[in-house]
């Protein structure tokens, strides 16, 4: 299990924003499969934009240092120039806590 104080930070960060918080959850409830970010926004409601956001960070709204993929929430793998994500099980775990 990751240290609290890590808990803490992720906890905050998904808190912090509604976005990636449902984009967490999304992947957990599809894991172990993978999907495009356009999918997750298709699924969640999200504009394309947010969901990339939230994934990756983009600008000061979504910050790449809170971003799913940077916190190791979600993994994301490029096959031909097209990226895919997936929860993690950090990600899993965290998302659970999140839900308690």
Known sequence: MVDK???AELIFSLRKSKVRQIVLEYLVSI???KTY???IARETGFGVNNVYGAL???SNRYKKENSLVNL???KQERKNNISIYYATNLGCKTCRLLIR
């Open 5 to 7: 104080v890590c808990d």
């Open 31 to 33: 894991y172990p499969k």
């Open 37 to 39: 970010a356009s999918e």
């Open 56 to 58: 990756n960070g983009v």
């Open 72 to 74: 190791s929430l979600v």
